[in-house]
């Protein structure tokens, strides 16, 4: 079974810059998640959707940070404009349909950025 | 405001000897608490998840217990091997049905 994809692996760009992460989740999986961890912390939630609603975005910086998931399939999480505090990893994960939270969670490699 | 802590320092031990991570937390109602490891550079995997009704589970070398009055979890690892070495994160539910809150997780080190 393939696992969470995710990319780019790395990015590097420059404050006031745009960038945007891809996540395939795992297939048949109805939540997808993007979270969000600077070095040192533990995985913070930016958004969960469920299919491709939104289920709970409290935590995404909503004037910099956008997030969509179209086809309940895809998503990308987009930052624009960038700022330096916003170098972390991102991590997306999704769920198998019937567990939601209440099971374990798929994480892909994910997107570390820098931002200069 | 809901907390979730772990030993903030890094827990170095000799191989063969049991680890033991401890998770602490507060207002939160768990049904359930779940343990993940993560490798430098790797997202996190999943190990084992403990229910509210459970007071200990184990797989393998790995053995989680869950005092939802305490409100703590400890996350040993019996006969530990160097391959242990990686970071071991602690998840709770935010609200049932909602995502996973996550703990700074704590770096274990085993040396031969």
């Known amino acids: 079974e393939a696992g969470v994809a995710q990319s780019p692996r790395y990015k590097i760009i420059e404050k006031r810059q745009s960038v945007a992460f891809w996540c395939n989740p795992i297939s048949g999986h109805a939540t997808l998640y993007w979270y969000q961890q600077i070095l040192g912390q533990g995985p913070k939630l930016l958004i969960q959707?469920?299919?491709?609603?939104?289920?709970?975005d409290s935590q995404l910086p909503k004037d910099r940070f956008s997030a969509e998931r179209l086809k309940g399939v895809d998503s990308t999480l987009k930052i624009q404009p960038a700022k330096l505090e916003d170098s972390a990893v991102y991590l997306c994960?999704?769920?198998?349909?019937?567990?939601?939270?209440?099971?374990?969670?798929?994480f892909g490699e994910g997107s570390r950025l820098t931002v200069l | 405001s809901q907390k979730i802590e772990q030993n903030s320092e890094a827990l170095n031990i000799q191989e063969g000897k049991t680890a033991t991570l401890t998770c602490n937390y507060t207002?939160?109602?768990?049904?359930?608490l779940q343990w993940y490891r993560q490798d430098p550079g790797r997202g996190p995997v999943f190990l084992l998840l403990i229910r509210e009704n459970e007071k200990e589970k184990r797989k393998e070398r790995l053995k989680v217990t869950f005092d939802t009055t305490l409100k703590q979890s400890l996350f040993h690892i019996t006969a530990s091997q160097p391959a242990d070495s990686a970071t071991y994160l602690c998840?709770?539910?935010?609200?049932?049905?909602?995502?996973?809150?996550f703990g700074k997780g704590t770096s274990l080190l085993v040396t031969p």
């Open positions: 994960a999704s769920s198998a349909p019937g567990q939601g939270a209440n099971g374990e969670l798929f």
């Open positions: 207002n939160y109602s768990p049904a359930y």
């Open positions: 959707f469920q299919n491709n609603g939104v289920v709970d």
């Open positions: 998840a709770l539910e935010q609200n049932s049905g909602y995502a996973l809150n």
